[in-house]
């Protein structure tokens, strides 16, 4: 990346972040190590996985995500995040909106190139 | 504590350090997040240094974890009405499981440390009762408060056994624990029972008892020491 994706890419991920992150919890239930992999290690979603975890505890505080402690064979009991009824609202909401949203910054973008 | 355990604590204390200023609930949220991570990491490569401090890479430097929690503090205030309005209720029912997890665990560390740490002191106070009042030539008949060897002891322990049950369910119950140190502490009380009759007791041969009585005692206390602290961690 390029001096100066990095501002940007923090403005870009308000927003759009969080509902990617509610969208891998659409179908089941996962561990934060689990959530952060799957964002991926490009520091394009993620600036560093630490950051996933003030993310995960507005989204409990916002009533979106709901924790629950499970047994675990490979180590210490692991917390599991699932989406809530309020964010599966929430993330078919973005769903909606965000191809919109998208196709139109797209268009814009191309259409300002001669 | 291994070499990565303590590179991950360090990592832990640095951020804890820089989330000061942030409201406790928020701050004990994040480190908690952030240990966990670091636990399914340490599970995954138990005492692997090259394998934690790749992992600390991938997750930041603690000032860019701090600087988002501080993102999310304010933007959360700001977005309380964007998304869609929780029921008042969601909030408290999100909070309450983290919560009442560490509830359990902190019980069963100071109820497991009431049943076990004074016994052990009393059996100690006996044996010193016992060589005192025997002038070193060896065990007299009674000794202690109650005039019977270590019968005191017992008793007292019999009359704080319901406080130990307390102990056994809240450790057994307690989710965050690891497996080893929920073992560790649930065997901790009978462990501190029977060494504190032991060493209470145990009279023939008068020198070479009371010094194993004592070192049974002091290794005792130690390791209810160290598995406190460690249950304490994992309390959340």
């Not at chain 2, 006996?126 to 019968?151: C, E, H, I, K």
Request: aromatic fraction near 6%.
């Amino acid at each position: 990346m390029e001096p100066g994706d990095s501002t940007i890419l923090t403005h870009l991920r308000r927003g759009a972040l969080e509902h990617c992150v509610l969208a891998l919890l659409d179908g089941e239930p996962r561990y934060g190590l689990d959530i952060a992999r799957r964002l991926g290690d490009d520091r394009v979603l993620l600036a560093g996985e630490g950051t996933l975890y003030p993310l995960l505890a507005r989204l409990r505080k916002q009533g979106l995500v709901d924790t629950a402690w499970v047994e675990s064979t490979a180590g210490p009991p692991r917390r599991y995040y699932s989406l809530t009824a309020e964010g599966r609202v929430a993330l078919d909401t973005f769903q909606r909106t965000w191809k919109t949203f998208r196709d139109a910054v797209d268009a814009t973008l191309q259409g300002g190139h001669p | 504590m291994n070499s990565s355990g303590t590179r991950a604590e360090t990592y832990l204390d640095d951020l804890a350090r820089m989330l000061a200023d942030l409201d406790p609930a928020e701050r004990d949220d994040v480190l908690a997040g952030i240990r966990e991570h670091l636990d399914a990491i340490l599970g995954e490569h138990y005492d692997d240094v090259a394998a934690v401090e790749a992992a600390l890479l991938r997750i930041g430097p603690p000032e860019q974890v701090a600087a988002e929690a501080r993102r999310s503090a304010a933007s959360g205030l700001e977005n309380s009405d964007a998304v869609t309005q929780p029921p008042q209720a969601a909030p408290s029912f999100a909070a309450a499981p983290a919560f009442a997890a560490a509830i359990w665990a902190r019980i069963a560390v100071a109820t497991t440390l009431l049943v076990t740490v004074p016994f052990l002191l009393l059996a100690l106070w006996t044996r010193a009762s016992a060589a005192v009042q025997a002038g070193g030539s060896g065990w007299p008949d009674t000794v202690g408060m109650f005039g019977s060897n270590g019968l005191e002891v017992a008793l007292l322990m019999a009359l704080t056994s319901p406080l130990w049950v307390i102990a056994l369910v809240c450790t057994l119950v307690a989710p965050t624990f690891r497996r080893r140190t929920r073992v560790r502490l649930a065997l901790l009380g009978p462990v501190s029972f029977v060494v504190a009759i032991l060493a209470a007791s145990w009279s023939s041969p008068g020198l070479l008892s009371g010094v194993v009585a004592v070192v049974l005692v002091v290794a005792t206390l130690w390791q209810a020491a160290v598995i406190a602290r460690d249950a304490w961690r994992e309390a959340g």
